[in-house]
């Protein structure tokens, strides 16, 4: 089994900084590709950022130039630095990772989700 355990949301002023964390635990052979979502009220669930298993990343063009990735695969753990909030930025964040259980197999598993609320 694979948990994945989000933590960081919260409320913050437009303009200010939040900093998202999704940890990885049980059975884990290998980390492949992992990510984040966010979905607003009434809307569809949208990536927002990835991150390979080489670290090549990739951006909403929304989020470009304020929110960075990062992962690091002894913790099991990938992050969202969010810089310079705004309103439209209020959804809850989900993170998916892509993981291996050795025998050649891969499923993408979800966290539970991390309100970010960004007032005006």
């Known amino acids: 089994q694979v948990q994945l355990v989000e933590s960081g949301g919260g409320l913050v002023q437009a303009g200010g900084s939040l900093r998202l964390s999704c940890a990885a635990s049980g059975n884990i052979f290998s980390l492949g590709t992992m990510a984040w979502y966010r979905q607003a009220p009434g809307k569809q669930r949208d990536l927002v950022a990835s991150?390979?298993?080489?670290?090549?990343?990739n951006y909403l063009d929304s989020v470009k130039g304020r929110f960075t990735i990062s992962r690091d695969n002894a913790k099991n753990t990938v992050y969202l630095q969010m810089n310079s909030l705004k309103p439209e930025d209020t959804a809850v964040y989900y993170c998916?990772?892509?993981?291996?259980?050795?025998?050649?197999?891969?499923?993408?598993?979800w966290g539970q989700g991390t309100q970010v609320t960004v007032s005006s």
């Open positions: 998916k990772v892509k993981i291996g259980d050795g025998s050649g197999r891969f499923g993408d598993y």
């Open positions: 991150i390979s298993s080489a670290g090549s990343t």
